[in-house]
């Protein structure tokens, strides 16, 4: 089959299935409309089964039965952002301060693409596919992906391998591109309160002060990226917040940081939150004063598998061309809860190009005037439908 001919051909519907999700946008953990609409449309489509609620949860999956017992999965998520939209298009947000400004209708649209393509063909396939529609990417405290692993989205049947793309206004409309090894980076919060002793100003000597030992902390947490990591092992340490004291004249009681820690390493990720317990534990017993450490693990690193990417890059050259294939030479400290399903699955991650100048669509992510050129959503099926296919003639 032309996967690229076959999914141009239903351009349309993929158009219309972005377009009503994008209207109808819902922020992470109220995904109510957008997979009862999903789930209605993978019964139109004629999917084999389909499981609205999955778990529990406002997942959707949908199950393509082939011959074969391997299965390959395929992941949309499908929340919006708390995001005024300010493109001005005719299909914008309905819903007054939420967008889709990540690009996540089209991940649903060209899944729900992809399997209308697969279902055609689904005498052919040497397994099945298995379509995951997740709540809650964006928000860390409600973990999507890692709800439908735990109600057991890759089990039953068990999932060999799984592909998820990103739309990106960087790249130009209709590549695609991704690497070996790590894409994005682990994504933490902590935070610190420091106890001291409030006094009068002009008594230092009287209290323990918060403030000064807060501006401490600050500068020695910078210093355990530059002085205890390896320096080719990328990391991001920073605080956003810190707040403390009523008044100029006021040494405060309490100081409090917040902030994030980002890494491509497992091993070092574990070891950031000891670094920073041991800093916070020896300045403020120089100074006398007592703190409160919470850290808070969120996404692992997304690492894409060496074979499995080493397949999706021959396939993609073979579908797109090699002229449409960029190879990721950097990671991103950004984070993305696809890496969950890396954890227990080999799997790729993809970025497929939606920039187009012309047509108004560079803004970068999250922005109210994120637009996508959607000339890119037959490519981004294409490309799905084509992997799930050809990984399941290699493997099943
Ligand atoms: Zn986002
Ligand atoms: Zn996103």
Not at 120 to 127: A, D, E, S, T, V
Not at 211 to 217: D, N, Y
Not at 315 to 331: A, C, D, S, W
């Amino acid at each position: 089959m032309n996967f690229i001919g076959e999914a141009k051909k239903i351009k349309d519907f993929i158009v219309n299935y972005r377009r009503i999700v994008h209207q109808y946008p819902e922020i992470s953990g109220r995904e109510f409309r957008t997979s009862e609409f999903v789930a209605e449309t993978l019964k139109e489509i004629g999917v084999d089964e389909v499981y609205e609620g999955f778990g529990r949860t406002i997942g959707v999956v949908g199950i393509i039965k082939g011959k074969g017992d391997k299965t390959v999965a395929l992941r949309a998520d499908m929340d919006a952002l708390p995001v005024k939209e300010e493109t001005g298009k005719s299909y914008a947000s309905k819903v007054e301060g939420v967008m889709h400004a990540c690009g996540h209708d089209a991940h649903v649209a060209m899944v729900l693409g992809a399997a209308k393509l697969l279902v055609n063909i689904k005498n052919q396939l040497k397994g099945n596919v298995k379509l995951i529609f997740q709540p809650c990417e964006e928000r860390q405290d409600c973990r999507g992906a890692k709800r439908l692993i735990d109600a057991g989205v890759l089990k039953n049947p068990d999932v060999n391998v799984i592909f998820g793309i990103h739309v990106n206004p960087e790249l130009e409309t209709g590549k695609v591109a991704t690497c070996t090894g790590p894409v994005l980076a682990s994504s933490d919060v902590f935070s610190v309160k420091i106890f001291g002793k409030g006094t009068h100003a002009s008594k230092p000597h009287k209290g323990i002060d918060t403030v000064l030992i807060a501006s401490q902390v600050v500068n020695t947490l910078h210093h355990i990226v530059s002085r205890r990591v390896d320096p080719l092992d990328p990391v991001v340490l920073t605080i956003g917040t810190i707040k403390g004291g009523e008044a100029e004249n006021i040494i405060p009681e309490v100081v409090e940081l917040k902030g994030t820690v980002r890494t491509l390493n497992e091993k070092i990720r574990k070891e950031i939150p000891i670094w920073i317990e041991e800093a916070l534990k020896g300045i403020t017993t120089a100074y006398g004063g007592k703190y409160e450490f919470n850290y808070q693990e969120g996404t692992p690193p997304l690492i894409n598998d060496e074979k499995t990417a080493l397949f999706t890059i021959e396939e993609i050259v073979k579908l797109l061309g090699r002229e449409n294939f960029v190879y990721l030479k950097k990671p991103s400290m950004g984070g993305e809860d696809f890496a969950e399903y890396l954890k227990f699955v080999p799997g790729v991650y993809l970025r497929l190009g939606t920039g187009n100048r012309e047509k108004g669509t560079t803004f970068p992510l999250h922005s109210p005037k994120f637009d996508i050129d959607e000339d890119a959503l037959p490519v981004g099926t294409a490309v799905l439908s084509y992997l799930a296919f050809r990984w399941l003639e290699k493997n099943g």
